[in-house]
C-alpha cells in the first residue's frame, strides 16, 4: 500500500500485520466483522466515510505479484542499511504521534541506523529554486545548529534542501552524532534527484538516509507529501528559509503545526516571491520569526546566546529616560548655557519638573551646571 494508506493502516491496526497481509492474500472479497473494527479505528481518527473494504483490497491485491521482502532486506543489508518497524527499540518514538499515520517501516542506510530523539533533531525546508539569500541562510544555519549539537533534517531535494544538508555536512568534521538526515520520497538505493547524487552519498557516508517506501521504489508526487509528515513529526522545529505562496515546504509547516511542533520561519525581501510563503506562515500567526541560529537553538530548548557588544550596537543617550526627562534633554543646549526659567518654555514643563528633571540627568552625566545655568554634557 501507499505511504498513509488509511484503510490499510486500520487493518493493520485491527489484524496486526501479519495476518492483515495474510487476508490480502486470501482472496477473500470482504469480511463484515472486520470492516466493521476498520470502521470504528478510521471514526475514531477523523474518517467518517470510505469507500470499504473491497474496494481497498481492488487496489491492493494487483501489488502482490510484485511483492519481494527477501530481496528488499538484501539490498538495505548490502547498502549497510536496515528495515526498523515500531517494534524495534531504535523505532523513533516521536511517530507514534502521527497515529494512524505512523509509517509501518522506515528504511534506514547510512553510517549510524539510529534516528536522534527528537529535540535533537531540526528541519531546515524551503524552495527548491532558492535564491542566493536563501542558500546561505541555509547553510550557515545549518552549520551554526550542527556545531550546537543538533542533527539537521531535510528532504535531499535542490535548493534549501541541498544547502541545508551541506552545511550541516561541512560542520560535521570530528563530530560523533549524525550531523543531517534526509528523509526520501522514494527507495533508500536511489539517489533522486539525480542532480544531487553526490550530496546525497555525502549524506550516506556522514549521517543517513530514510525512506518509508521499499528499496526501488520510485519518489512521486503523492510519496514526496507524505514524507514531508515524517520530516516534521520527527524534529523539535521546522524551520522554513524561504519558500513561494504555494510552496510543498508549506506542506512540512502545516504536518508540523498539526503535531504541535514548534515552526518558525526565515523573513525576506518583501518583493521578493520567494519569501511570500514565509510571509504568508508570519501573517496567519503559526511561524515564528527567527534571523540565525541562536533564534531557532532557543526554540528547540537550547539556551538562549547572549548578543555580542557589537550585534547590540551602541546604546542611545536617551535609553531609559522617562517622556519629561526626555523633552528636557531635547530642550537642553549642546555648546552654549541655557536658564531654568528658559528650559520651562522649551520643554514645556513645570519649573519644578524641570530642577527634579535636571537633578536626574546630571546624576545620569547626560547635563551639567555651567555658569549659573545648565547645558547637556557631552
Not at 17 to 46: C, I, K, T
Not at 50 to 78: H, Q
Not at 260 to 281: D, E, F, I, K
Not at 338 to 344: A, E, I
Request: glycine share 10%; hydrophobic share 45%; with cysteine.
Amino acid at each position: 500500500m501507499e505511504p498513509s494508506d488509511l484503510a490499510g493502516m486500520a487493518l493493520i491496526a485491527v489484524a496486526g500485520p501479519e495476518d492483515a497481509l495474510a487476508f490480502v492474500s486470501s482472496g477473500a472479497s470482504s469480511s463484515a466483522a472486520l470492516e466493521q473494527e476498520m470502521n470504528a479505528v478510521l471514526n475514531d481518527s477523523g474518517v467518517p466515510r470510505w469507500p470499504g473494504l473491497a474496494a481497498a483490497l481492488l487496489r491492493w491485491r494487483p501489488r502482490l505479484t510484485d511483492l519481494a521482502p527477501e530481496r528488499d532486506l538484501r539490498v538495505v543489508e548490502r547498502l549497510g542499511g536496515q528495515l526498523l518497524v515500531p517494534e524495534d527499540p531504535e523505532w523513533p518514538v516521536a511517530l507514534s504521534e502521527l497515529e494512524l499515520n505512523e509509517p509501518i517501516a522506515l528504511w534506514v542506510r547510512g553510517r549510524a541506523l539510529v534516528i536522534p530523539e527528537q529535540k535533537r533533531c531540526i528541519a531546515l525546508v524551503g524552495s527548491r529554486d532558492s535564491t542566493s539569500y536563501g542558500a546561505n541562510v541555509a547553510m550557515e544555519m545549518a552549520a551554526t545548529l550542527v556545531q550546537r549539537g543538533f542533527t539537521i533534517v531535510s528532504g535531499g531535494a535542490y535548493g534549501i534542501d541541498a544547502q541545508a544538508h551541506r552545511g550541516a555536512i561541512g560542520a560535521a568534521t570530528g563530530r560523533q552524532f549524525l550531523p543531517t538526515l534526509a528523509i526520501m520520497a522514494g527507495g533508500v538505493d536511489r539517489f533522486y534527484p539525480t542532480g544531487n547524487e553526490d550530496l546525497l552519498r555525502a549524506v550516506a557516508e556522514n549521517g543517513a538516509i530514510v525512506a518509508e517506501v521499499p528499496p526501488g521504489a520510485n519518489p512521486t508526487r503523492y510519496r514526496f507529501l507524505q514524507r514531508n509528515r515524517l520530516i516534521a513529526a520527527l524534529c523539535e522545529v521546522t524551520v522554513v528559509v524561504e519558500a513561494r505562496w504555494r510552496s510543498g515546504a508549506l506542506s512540512t509547516a502545516h504536518h508540523a503545526d498539526g503535531l504541535s511542533r514548534t515552526v518558525a520561519a526565515v523573513p525576506g525581501s518583501v518583493y521578493s516571491a520567494n519569501s511570500a510563503g514565509c510571509h504568508r506562515l508570519l501573517r496567519e500567526g503559526s511561524a515564528v520569526c527567527v534571523t540565525d541560529a541562536a533564534d531557532v537553538a532557543e526554540l528547540a530548548g537550547a539556551p538562549g546566546t547572549q548578543l555580542t557588544p557589537e550585534q547590540l550596537g551602541a546604546p542611545a543617550v536617551h535609553d531609559g529616560l522617562g517622556v519629561e526627562d526626555l523633552m528636557l534633554l531635547d530642550a537642553l543646549p549642546l555648546r552654549s548655557v541655557t536658564s531654568v526659567d528658559k528650559l520651562t518654555i522649551v520643554a514645556g514643563i513645570g519649573a519644578t519638573a524641570v530642577l527634579a528633571g535636571l537633578g536626574r540627568l546630571e546624576l545620569l552625566g547626560l547635563a551639567e551646571r555651567a555658569n549659573s545655568g545648565w547645558k547637556r554634557r557631552c
